[in-house]
């Protein structure tokens, strides 16, 4: 497998949107750290991150966390839970879930070792 020269990281590709400003933008990114590993696989100029908040500590809050990568394919990620840390903590983890099953399906695809059954030898008797 051949490394990403320029490797996405949250700090460089995490914008804030509405509800946040650019002071949560550094507590975000501590939270997300856990996020590089898994970003590490995508170009940093092909990777955008963007989280929001609608009606921001009140009981309809609503957390989304927009991940696009490779310049289009787009994962949406969104939590409505009531305290604010826990909502960031839920749209970091589902993220993560999510790309990694789009990594496991698409593995098998570009890994030819893992598609190739192998075939029984020929016996002579």
Known sequence: MSAVAN????????????GFSQGDRNWIVEQFGTLDSRLAAFHADATELEISVKDRES???????????????????TSSEEDLHAAIMDVRDDLRRRLNDAKTKQEPRHNRHLREVPQPADVEL
């Not at 700090?11 to 804030?16: D, G, K, N, S, T």
């Open 59 to 77: 009981r309809g809050q609503k957390v989304t966390l927009e991940c696009w990568v490779n310049g289009g394919d787009k994962v949406v990620t």
């Open 7 to 18: 490797p996405a990281t949250v700090a460089e590709c995490l914008r804030v949107g509405a």
